[in-house]
């Protein structure tokens, strides 16, 4: 949508720069020999319209992008547990069976 209003704007400002130059006969202003010295008298009107133009157009293209950064998590590890077996005092790799239960503790 930014890109067709600058498109649009800049296509309106050339349409106004065209119509002010073919009121001075195609040349966009005139030469001016009277007075103190000669000179273009054209305005400044086109000056003005060519910055409001660059304006644009350096807003709408050149502009960076927006980064967003995901919120970065940190969890606390884990504790490691092992089974052990208090009637025989030994861990779960060590015996395969525990009549009388696991216990789960960490270290």
Do not use: D
């Amino acid at each position: 949508m930014k890109k067709i209003l600058v498109c649009l704007l800049a296509g309106v400002m050339l349409a106004g720069l065209a119509t002010s130059a073919s009121a001075h006969g195609g040349r966009g202003g005139y030469y001016y020999y009277g007075g103190h010295g000669g000179g273009w008298r054209g305005g400044w009107a086109p000056f003005a319209v060519g910055a409001v133009a660059g304006v644009a157009v350096a807003n709408a293209y050149y502009r960076p992008a927006h980064v967003y950064y995901a919120p970065q998590y940190v969890y606390p590890p884990q504790p490691q547990a092992a089974a052990y077996c208090p009637e025989n005092g030994l861990y779960y790799p060590q015996t395969q069976a525990c009549p009388s239960g696991w216990q789960r503790v960490n270290y």
